[in-house]
Every structure is written in C-alpha cells, then in structure tokens.
T-cell receptor
C-alpha cells in the first residue's frame, strides 16, 4: 500500500514563531490535502493541492505540492495559541482511485 | 464546506455488544466513507459506502465486523459488531462531492469496556 511519512511527529513552539511540517510518499501523488484536527472534533480541511509545484495559501497557512509529486509541506506563520492541534497530510496516488492515504500527524503545541 | 452529522458523538459500550453509528450529509453525494482513528493514531479507511450496493472494504476490515448501509445519497450507517476493547476508537464518516476533497463529520468516540 501507499506509505506517507509525516514529520515532525510533534512540535512545541513559542507563540509568534513560524512552523513547518512536511510529508513524503513512496509513490507519486496527484492530490495533497492538509487537515487540522482539534480535540474531540473531526479533521477540517485546510488546503487542497492538485498540481506539482502548486503553492497555495489560506491566511497564515501556506502549503506546496512538491515538484517530484512525492512530497508536500505546510507552513504556519506567526503561530497563535489556537493553532494548537494535530495536523494531517493526506495524499491520493495516481493508481489509488479515490483512496486517500493519511500521514501519521504532527501534534503542534504553542506556548503563549 | 459541508455539514456532516454523526451520532452518537460518543458512547461507552459493553464487550460483546454492537453499536450502529449514523451519518447524515446535508446534500446528495456520490462518495461516502468510514474511517477509524485509534487513540493517538492517524486515520485508517474502513470502507467505501456505496449507495444501493455492498460496501467496499479495505484490507483488514470485513463486513461481518463492520456492516455498512447506504440506503440513499445522504445517509449511511456503520455498525461495530461484537465489540471488544480493541474497537475503542473514533469512527469518522466522510464524504467527497467529486472534487477530490474529503470532508469529515465530528466523529463518534467509542469506548468498549
């Protein structure tokens, strides 16, 4: 099956700092999605990427679809306490139909 | 965005019993899915809920354990049968309107004693 490696597994940062997390796959993906999950909630879609090289922003969040189509990163600028949560990447491979593979998640903690 | 309602939001169940989780979507969608999220883990696809036909299960999941219904384009149920403590997880309903973007319900947190 598809493999997605997400790093780091966790981050503990100071409010105001920038954050970067990434995912790499063993296969070529045609879609990358980034989600945030708050405690007791389902994952919420943050950014969707569909083309290699695509760079998309959503407020303080920026995500890129890697040129090799095997990786993606998510940056959060000027972090605030409400950024706390678990961030998941998810990708869809060319030969996987509609199936999304999820990364292991990055747990972000922000110190005020 | 989409409105996906799941119930129950949480439950505590006894070993050996079964529980059915309901998922209601605010508009007709072709693709509905059920995921499991074990404590501290990522999301794993259980099955694709097909309208009018049997669900398509992923490796490691079987219909006898996780029967799924999809009677129409806005509703699906997942039953967790003959539960054991290992079934304690968050079960998530999700949908794709055909854009490739997956939207999730708030999840149903099951604790099996």
């Amino acid at each position: 099956g598809q493999q997605l490696n997400q790093s780091p597994q966790s981050m503990f940062i100071q409010e105001g700092e920038d954050v970067s997390m990434n995912c790499t796959s063993s296969s070529i993906f045609n879609t990358w999605l980034w989600y945030k999950q708050d405690p007791g909630e389902g994952p919420v879609l943050l950014i969707a990427l569909y083309k290699a090289g695509e760079l998309t922003s959503n407020g303080r969040l920026t995500a890129q679809f890697g040129i090799t189509r095997k990786d993606s990163f998510l940056n959060i600028s000027a972090s605030i306490p409400s950024d706390v949560g678990i961030y998941f990447c998810a990708g869809r491979a060319n030969n996987a139909g509609n199936m999304l593979t999820f990364g292991g998640g990055t747990r972000l903690m922000v110190k005020p | 965005s989409a409105v996906i309602s799941q119930k129950p939001s949480r439950d505590i169940c006894q070993r050996g019993t079964s529980l059915t989780i309901q998922c209601q979507v605010d508009s007709q969608v072709t693709m509905m899915f059920w995921y499991r999220q074990q404590p501290g883990q990522s999301l794993t696809l259980i099955a694709t809920a097909n309208q009018g036909s049997e669900a398509t299960y992923e490796s490691g999941f079987v219909i006898d354990k996780f029967p799924i219904s999809r009677p129409n384009l806005t509703f699906s149920t997942l039953t967790v049968s003959n539960m054991s403590p290992e079934d304690s997880s968050i079960y998530l309903c999700s949908m794709d309107r055909g854009t490739g973007e997956l939207f999730f319900g708030e999840g149903s947190r099951l604790t099996v004693l």
